[in-house]
Every structure is written in structure tokens, then in C-alpha cells.
């Protein structure tokens, strides 16, 4: 102790005395403070800031550039993520502090894109493989619109293939669309005067064929093949790409063993919206929100999208908008997102009502069940089972021998109406509807499930349509129905809940439920999902809420990156904004 102090007192009056001593002392002070500054800089970095990328829709082998900053000078130990994947050595072209040359591997999946640094993780952008996502390339339009020479047939049913011959279809369909003349509902006519000249095209309205119903079976520069869809009617038929429409052809489509009509149209603007809040993670923290898209067929013919808030990160990608929130700093080593977030969309929708009416005795047996259509919506998926020995157990007694695809259709209806409860409450959580087969009850979602699995059990072709149900209050309930397909007709609506006796004040009040729901639909259900829509990943190591019975059927409606340490979520019952 008396050295230290005698060292300190010593060193004090050196300084004091020599002005040499102070001037040393204060160089020491200032290149301290340069090498700690030197030093700071150096191994502080900024996070990673992506401000575009050069091309989102390539192939592997294609080279892209990501233009930044903050990426350093040397990769090190940097790297460059796509959908969940960190590049290889060998994908790396160069490599600057603010700009990234790569070339895209092989198996590169669509996801989301990063550069990662020891500073954290960019913001996000997107990349579409271009074999996995076609899309269609911009091309010079002088003299290359759509242009047809011949059709392969005047007369077909629907279901039957249509041969279209021509020019400047597109070598690959991408988002080209074939369309067919629909029926104006009753409703339309009697409100339009029709030109006395052309009542047909005066009167036309056009739906395209359907990528859910499998429609497309080949497409060239000059050939498509294609089924007529449900819901065409005799008219006409022509060819749109980006570089235009084709001229329309006469085409006769008739309907076998019956008739479908469109009685009523409404519109309605509905609003879709996800309340997110109390988020707190990481700096790095995402959190992905899926609001689905109401989808169209020959019932539901448009779905427009109006309004939404805020501007999603991609439009349309697996038949759902995409929103993301990142984290802001909020103070010392806290990160969160604001306090309350509402990310909503407005869609308007129409829909027609759906009235048949079948001959059984000339509906057409199947005897080709090699189409698509057939091998997608007679088995099982996520939500609907099919050949459980619990329902190819009970099935032969419901259907007894029959063979015709609507009298089993009828069969199975009216014995889930006479031997199953309604319950007005859904039952909560992720339930199965097998559950019917003990306790002889189930809500709306149990009906419709069960309907469309005992179908494709017994071999018809059953999709479970999930969506909204409004009523006479112009209040939206979520609910499911489901339509099933006969060869050279078209799709059948069928409503086991609203039949079973479930509780409802349509527009309108139906004097028998049980009878007009087998084969008739009102103007009052508005569909956003008609298949399981298994929707990819946005980080492969991402956290993802699925939410069972509701208005639409997808596998993730959220997604988080793994810190997230904590977040609330609260999806709305759609929104009746308008009728009209």
C-alpha cells in the first residue's frame, strides 16, 4: 500500500513539474481514445438493409443481384438465406458492402430472402422459382394476340374436352384463361333490356375454366385442350393471355340428365381482418400473417379485391394476401412491434343463387375416373377422411347397391338429416367428425365434413366448400357446405346442415330446408376455400398457428420466427360492410 501511494505521489509531481510528462500523458489519452473508436467501429455493425433485389421470379442457374447496405465489405461469415436455405459457397459470384452477386442453386424453393451478417438479419424479400410459380413473360403484342382457327367440336356436355385450335395461345398457360359463356340469372334479365339486334351476346356473361377443377388438360403456341367447365351454357368461347382476348366462337354446351338455372344475384362487400398485438421478440423477429382470398366457381363468379390495409408483401401467393411485421427498438435490448396492428381487406363478392333440377335415371355412370378432378375429390385430405374403416363400415347400408351418383348423393343426405342432431354451437377445437358416428350429433363444420367423406368413400367427387353464411341482420357466421360432381352436368350444391335444421334467417324463408339444400343453393353463401389449401412455409424454422373451423381451409394463418418470445392474435368473423 505505501508503494502504490508513493508511486502515485511520485507520477503527480512529475507531471506538475515537467510540461514534457503532460504532453506524453494527453498523447496516451487521445490514441486511447482513437484505437477504443477504431475498435467500436469495427465491430459494430449495422443490420443488413435489402433495397431491391434485381429479378423475384428466376430458375436455378439464373444470376441475381441484391442491391443494400450494410452487407461488409468481405462475406466472412455472412450469408444469403432463401426460403429457409443458406446458400453454398459456390453461389456466391461477389460480394461487396453493398451490393451481392449470387447464382440461384438447384432445388431452390419460393420463400423468403435474407442477408444475414453478425449484425442480424435484413428486412425481407421474396423469390419465386420461376418452375415451381410460372408467370407469364412480357412479350412484343404487335400481331401475337390470341387467335382462333377451329374448335374440335359445335355441341359438347360439360365435363367433355374441348379441343381449341389456333395461334398465340402461349407456349406455357401461366395466367392465360379460357372463357365460356354463363347464364344471366332471372334476376339480370328483367332488369336489362336486351338488344333486339343480338339478344345472345347482349345477354352473355363469361366464366373462365377453373385450375381447382383441374379444367386445363393441355396447353401449346397453338393447341388447348380443355374441360368445359361447370356453369357454362351455350354461347360462346374465347382465349385471353397478356397480349389480349381472341375473337369469340359459337359453342353449344348442354347440361345431361337435367337442368341448372341461376335464379337471384347478390353483391357484397365483405371486410376480412386479423387484430395482432403485444409482440415482443428479437431484433430479428417476424411475425407472417395469411388472410385468405374468397376464390371463384360458376355459383360465385367474382371476387373483387377493393381495399386493403396495410399494403401487403405479396398480393396473391397461395390464394392468400401476406402481411408481415417486423420488430422496431422500443428501448435498451427491447424490441417490439406497436401496440395494436389491424390488418384488414375488402372484398366484393357476387354470388348466385342455384337451382337444378336431375332426371336420375340419365345420369351418366362414370367410366373414366383417370381425370384429376375424379382422383383429387375422391380421397382423403387434411380435413376430410375418406376409406376410414369407421365410414366404408357403414356406408353399404346407407346406399344399399346403388351405383348412380346422385341417387347416392340423396341417399347419404337424407340419412345424415333422419339419423344425426344439429347443434346450433360449434364444439371448439380441432374435432372430428367421426365423432358423429357415436354421439349422433354435430354442428354445421361435422355436417358438411362428414357429408363430403362418406361421398368420396363412395366414389363421387365431394368438395367441402368453407366460407360465410349471412343473414336476414346482414350478419356473417362462418359455415360449410359442400358440392359434388356428376359426369356431364356439373357440380351440385348440397347444404346437410341448413337441411338438418341448423338455425337460420335467410332473405327469404324457405318452406322445406331438407328439400331445397339437396341440389339448390341461396345467394346468401359466399365461399372463400373449396379444397384444402396446403400453404408453403415462410421460414423453414418458423412457428405457424392453424386454425380449424373457420371460413376458410389453409394450413397456416400465422407464422413466427423462432424469437418471437410472445404475441396475441385476434381473427374477426368477416364482416357484412354492403349488399347490394
Not at 126 to 140: A, E, G, K, T, Y
Not at 166 to 173: C, I, L, P, V
Request: proline residues 4%.
Amino acid at each position: 500500500m505505501k508503494f502504490n501511494f508513493k508511486f502515485k505521489h511520485d507520477f503527480s509531481y512529475l507531471i506538475r513539474k515537467y510540461a514534457i510528462i503532460r504532453v506524453l500523458c494527453l498523447a496516451a489519452v487521445c490514441a486511447l481514445i482513437i484505437v477504443s473508436t477504431t475498435f467500436i467501429s469495427s465491430t459494430v455493425h449495422e443490420k443488413p438493409v435489402i433495397l431491391s433485389v434485381s429479378q423475384q421470379v428466376g430458375t436455378p442457374g439464373d444470376t441475381i443481384t441484391i442491391r443494400g447496405k450494410f452487407f461488409s465489405q468481405q462475406k466472412d461469415s455472412s450469408y444469403v438465406e432463401i426460403a429457409g436455405n443458406r446458400l453454398t459457397t459456390s453461389s456466391y459470384v461477389s460480394w461487396n458492402d453493398d451490393e451481392i452477386v449470387i447464382t440461384i442453386p438447384a432445388n431452390t424453393q419460393d420463400g423468403l430472402l435474407y442477408v444475414v451478417s453478425s449484425a442480424g438479419r435484413s428486412n425481407p424479400d421474396f423469390f419465386c422459382n420461376r418452375d415451381l410459380i410460372p408467370v407469364s413473360v412480357p412479350q412484343n403484342t404487335v400481331n401475337t394476340k390470341p387467335f382462333i382457327t377451329s374448335l374440335s367440336a359445335e355441341t359438347l356436355y360439360v365435363g367433355d374436352v374441348l379441343t381449341i385450335s389456333g395461334k398465340n395461345f402461349g407456349s406455357k398457360k401461366t395466367q392465360s384463361q379460357v372463357y365460356f359463356s354463363t347464364k344471366k340469372t332471372q334476376q339480370q334479365l328483367t332488369e336489362s333490356s336486351l338488344n333486339a339486334g343480338n339478344p345472345m351476346e347482349d345477354a352473355t356473361e363469361y366464366i373462365c375454366a377453373s385450375d381447382i377443377d383441374f379444367d386445363y388438360e393441355y396447353w401449346s403456341e397453338t393447341e388447348i385442350r380443355v374441360f368445359v367447365p361447370d356453369g357454362a351454357f351455350t354461347g360462346y368461347v374465347y382465349v385471353e393471355n397478356e397480349n389480349g382476348k381472341s375473337s369469340k366462337h359459337p359453342l353449344n354446351v348442354l347440361q345431361r340428365a337435367g337442368q341448372k338455372n341461376y335464379e337471384t344475384k347478390n353483391s357484397y362487400l365483405i371486410q376480412i381482418a386479423a387484430d395482432v398485438s403485444d409482440i415482443r421478440g428479437t431484433k430479428d423477429s417476424v411475425l407472417t400473417y395469411r388472410l385468405p382470398l374468397p376464390q371463384t366457381n360458376g355459383d360465385q363468379i367474382s371476387a373483387e379485391l377493393t381495399e386493403t390495409n396495410p399494403k401487403p408483401l405479396l398480393d396473391n401467393y397461395d390464394n392468400t394476401s401476406v402481411f408481415q411485421i417486423l420488430m422496431d427498438k422500443t428501448g435498451k435490448n427491447t424490441y417490439a412491434a406497436s401496440e395494436k396492428t389491424r390488418l384488414s381487406q375488402n372484398h366484393v363478392i357476387t354470388v348466385r343463387s342455384v337451382q337444378t333440377w336431375i332426371d336420375v335415371d340419365y345420369v351418366t355412370i362414370p367410366k373414366d375416373r383417370t381425370r384429376m378432378l375424379y382422383k383429387t375429390y375422391t380421397r382423403a385430405d387434411k380435413v376430410v377422411p375418406a376409406d376410414v374403416p369407421e365410414l366404408t363400415a357403414i356406408l353399404p347400408s346407407i346406399i344399399y347397391q346403388s351405383i348412380n351418383p346422385y341417387r347416392q348423393a340423396k341417399l347419404i343426405y337424407e340419412y345424415m338429416i333422419a339419423n344425426y342432431k344439429i347443434q346450433n354451437k360449434l364444439r371448439k377445437g380441432d374435432t372430428s367428425c367421426l365423432d358423429m358416428l357415436k354421439s349422433k350429433k354435430g354442428d354445421a363444420y361435422d355436417f358438411a365434413v362428414l357429408y363430403c367423406a362418406l361421398l368420396r368413400t363412395a366414389g363421387v367427387p365431394a368438395k367441402l366448400m368453407s366460407g360465410i353464411l349471412i343473414d336476414k341482420d346482414k350478419q356473417a357466421h362462418p359455415h360449410w357446405w359442400v358440392n359434388f360432381y356428376l359426369d356431364s352436368f356439373g357440380w351440385v350444391p348440397a347444404d346437410p346442415a341448413l337441411g338438418a335444421g341448423l338455425e337460420y334467417k335467410g332473405f327469404q324463408t324457405i318452406a322445406n330446408p331438407a328439400k331445397y339444400y339437396f341440389g339448390n343453393m341461396d345467394a346468401q353463401h359466399i365461399m372463400f376455400s373449396q379444397c384444402w389449401n396446403n400453404v408453403k412455409k415462410a421460414i423453414s424454422n418458423g412457428k405457424t398457428v392453424y386454425i380449424p373451423k373457420t371460413y376458410a381451409t389453409q394450413s397456416i394463418w400465422e407464422e413466427a420466427s423462432e424469437d418471437v418470445t410472445s404475441y396475441s392474435s385476434l381473427w374477426n368473423v368477416p364482416a357484412v360492410l354492403g349488399v347490394y
